[in-house]
């Protein structure tokens, strides 16, 4: 029997984005990248769950790369993460993803730094948001930030952010985000709670799941 197929080339993706993948020396789907990759690439809603570490930030930044017009001056990805760490690990991996593309802004936006150079970054334009929902939120609420070009809506360690209290401030960001959409859930474990928030904000997602060997 054989699994899926593992090369990036089986993807529909450009060229460029090709030779950047090879540059950085990812040679090969990481199991998850490769379960996942073609239904997100193909615009489904996704529950991914696989272990810390198995490539997850691709699974989700190279669709909503994909989706992108350079070329217009609004936020179409929001990225919702649990810690600023993340945040910002997320934001650098999306950054290296693409290097090949044209001038494509991403602006992190995270509790605990200071409003001002976020408000800035903001008034000079993004293509995408990464940030942790209360901040992400917080913009919302100062309209520095709109959601209404957004076609990409990713929840990232969906469990962590259920454990740390965030769904209240999840369910407010989503409800300012255009119904017709992609949604992409990411989750190192399936918790019940991951299931209610799918019913609620996602349509018809397909669930993925790479066993804890890979
Ligand atoms: P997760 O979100 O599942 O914890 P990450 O997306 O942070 O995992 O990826 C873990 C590491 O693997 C990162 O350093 C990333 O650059 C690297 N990586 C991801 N996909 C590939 C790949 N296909 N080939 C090689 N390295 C990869
Ligand atoms: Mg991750």
Known sequence: MTGPAVDFSTLPLSPPTLANLRQLGYL????????S??????????????KTGSGKTAAFALPL?????????AVQALVLCPTRELADQVTAEIRRLARAEENIKVVTLCGGVA??????SLAHGAHIVVGTPGRVL?????SS????????????????????GFLDDIATVV??????????????????????????????PQQIAVAAQH
């Open 28 to 35: 090969q789907m990481t199991p998850i990248q490769a379960a």
């Open 37 to 50: 990759l073609p239904a997100a690439l193909a615009g489904a809603d996704l529950i991914a769950q696989a």
């Open 65 to 73: 790369l994909a989706r992108l017009d350079p070329r217009r001056f």
């Open 115 to 120: 409003l001002r150079g976020q408000l800035s």
């Open 138 to 142: 917080d913009h919302l609420e100062r």
């Open 145 to 164: 930030l709109q959601l209404d070009a957004l076609s990409t809506l990713v929840l990232d360690e969906a469990d962590r952010m259920l454990d740390m």
């Open 175 to 204: 409800r300012q985000c255009p119904k017709e959409r992609q949604t992409l859930l990411f989750s190192a474990t399936y918790p019940e709670g991951i299931a209610k928030l799918a019913a609620q904000f996602m349509k018809n």
